[in-house]
T-cell receptor
Framework: GENVEQHPSTLSVQEGDSAVIKCTYSDSASNYFPWYKQELGKRPQLIID?????GEKKDQRIAVTLNKTAKHFSLHITETQPEDSAVYFC????????????FGQGTELSVKP | DSGVTQTPKHLITATGQRVTLRCSPR?????VYWYQQSLDQGLQFLIQ???????AKGNILERFSAQQFPDLHSELNLSSLELGDSALYFC?????????FGPGTRLTVL
């Protein structure tokens, strides 16, 4: 079945360090991979996404890489700040087949000042 | 603000009861997705509607049902509620490949 594994479940870094979160998906037909940031009790908010025809995408301090052969993708946050502290979710979907999101289990990122 | 609205924000009810959660997608968006977020199950896809028709079903219990109306708002009906149904329920609407989430409804079943 469709499954997304996400690691680590918790991550603690010092302000200014980099953080990396990794996800692996099971369905090779998946072709869209968004990352969401969720603060406590709030809605998931899209921070970056990547499509299967692209290997890497960057937006300021955030980047995502995709390895289709290995079926894994990663989120990289550089120069972390305390306001980056939140739960981050990766997801995978098959756009042409309705686009439902299959989420990873989430990573709680804590950035210590 | 994603432009997706959900009501109510909070709902407290008893086991065995029935509730209705409402979602209005962003103006012009035809798709509505419902997700459940619980501590033990994470974020799980429940059901998708597109322009009034059911498009995909996920891990949705038989006690749960949904529909999308001509004005494109959607309702998720949860019946015979159990303690384990306590969760955050999100809806999302889609533009291109991207889904934008509403603020959620926090359901507490006592």
């Amino acid at each position: 079945g469709e499954n997304v594994e996400q690691h680590p479940s918790t991550l603690s870094v010092q302000e200014g360090d980099s953080a990396v979160i990794k996800c692996t998906y099971s369905d090779s037909a998946s072709n869209y991979f968004p990352w969401y940031k969720q603060e406590l009790g709030k809605r998931p908010q899209l921070i970056i996404d990547i499509r299967s025809n692209v290997g890497e995408k960057k937006d300021q301090r955030i980047a995502v890489t995709l390895n289709k052969t290995a079926k894994h993708f990663s989120l990289h946050i550089t120069e972390t700040q305390p306001e980056d502290s939140a739960v981050y979710f990766c997801a995978a979907s098959k756009v042409a087949q309705g686009g439902k999101l299959i989420f990873g289990q989430g990573t709680e990122l804590s950035v210590k000042p | 603000d994603s432009g997706v609205t959900q009501t109510p924000k909070h709902l407290i009810t008893a086991t065995g009861q029935r509730v209705t959660l409402r979602c209005s997608p962003r103006s012009g968006d035809l798709s509505v997705y419902w997700y459940q977020q619980s501590l033990d199950q994470g974020l799980q896809f429940l059901i998708q509607y597109y322009n009034g028709e059911e498009r995909a079903k996920g891990n949705i219990l038989e006690r749960f049902s949904a529909q999308q109306f001509p004005d494109l708002h959607s309702e998720l009906n949860l019946s015979s509620l159990e303690l384990g149904d306590s969760a955050l329920y999100f809806c999302a609407s889609r533009v291109g490949d991207t889904q934008y989430f509403g603020p959620g409804t926090r359901l507490t079943v006592l």
